[in-house]
């Protein structure tokens, strides 16, 4: 967890070192023309092939964990659920993606039963670990699984960043995993509003 928070850290004073960070209109870390992107491919819960590309037109949120987590997963999650819901109509522009790095356990089932539980709108994706690695590695997320001395009971570090693409699929933003729904709901309402 401390590798996780050392990296959106550094993402964060890379970004406030770039330009002038009072005249933004956003409450995240703007990440506007830096090399992040991804083309995600994975498949979503019902097996079915998914790319960045899918979701054009739409503001996508985009973040790593794993149904076991036991904390920064859910928090995210309810905070997007609540965020979505503050946007109201314009909510049905936004798709959250939550990527799972713990394909071991996570079946295609397990996922689409846990994000639904959010929100019915959340889509999961995931693969093979290779696959995710990919993600991982286009996106800057650290994510390692912690063995235990149960190997059933293991956790997976990652980082709890989220990050947001506009409807042309440019990454924009970095929101940190404790960020505030009504935050969450400002920006993307920003986002929303000069697509």
Sequence with gaps: MMRAL??????????????????SPFKGVDITGSDIRSDLRLNDAEGKPRAMADFRGKVVVVLFGYTHCPDVCPTSLAN??????????????????FISVDPKRDTPELLREYTRAFNPGF????GDRGAIEGVTKDLKVYAAVKESADPAKYEVEHSGQM??????GRARLVLPPSMPSADIA??????LDNA
């Design 6 to 23: 050392a990296a959106l850290a550094a993402v964060a004073i890379l970004a406030a070192g770039c330009g002038d960070r009072a005249a």
């Design 123 to 126: 889509i999961a994706l995931t």
């Design 163 to 168: 990050f947001v693409f506009d409807g042309q």
């Design 80 to 97: 997007l659920a609540k965020a979505v819901k503050q946007l109201g109509g314009d909510g049905t522009r936004v798709q959250v993606i």
């Design 186 to 191: 400002s920006d993307l309402k920003v986002l």
